[in-house]
């Protein structure tokens, strides 16, 4: 029998030390968790915009193929000029338009980690740092 009143019995530091060991370990994997969870439910959300943006992209891209088809068509037969030598300068300056702006979409993408996980992790790191430091 034991009595209620007495102190539960110490632990020696090896024990505590190992105890946070794991509490931390166990904290990280449920923070990589949460952040995969954070990531998948920001995915899901925009997926299907993402498809509908899709489909009305190619039908962009098949009415500008029509269209370039016109301009080339209707430049070469007013300039005179044959039909290849337009749709040769025509796709070089569709390209360099396109190059020009892929380059600047791509130096204004900016991608960062999952806030939410960032700033949690960031308290538990402290928490566990003043922890420490008392033991």
Same mark, same amino acid.
């Given at each position: 029998m034991t009595n209620q009143d007495e102190p539960p019995p110490?632990?020696?530091?090896?024990? +505590?030390? /190992?105890q946070l060991i794991s509490g931390a370990v166990s904290l990280a994997k449920l923070e990589v968790q949460h952040g995969r969870q954070e990531i998948g439910a920001m995915l899901a959300s925009v997926r299907g915009g993402v498809v +509908? $943006?899709?489909i009305a992209a190619a039908l962009v891209l098949a009415a500008l193929i029509s269209l370039t088809v016109a301009l080339i068509l209707g430049l070469a037969a007013l300039l005179g000029w044959?039909?290849?030598?337009?749709? +040769? +300068?025509?796709?070089f300056l569709l390209l360099l $338009?396109?190059?020009l702006l892929g380059w /600047?979409? $791509?130096?204004?993408?900016? $991608?960062?980690?999952?806030e939410e996980t960032m700033a949690?992790?960031?308290e538990e790191v402290a928490w566990a740092k003043r922890l420490l430091k008392r033991g």
């Open positions: 110490r632990q020696n530091a090896f024990a +505590l030390v /190992r +509908l $943006i899709g044959p039909g290849w030598v337009m749709a +040769l +300068l025509v796709t $338009i396109a190059g /600047r979409g $791509i130096r204004k993408i900016k $991608i960062g980690p999952p949690s992790v960031r």
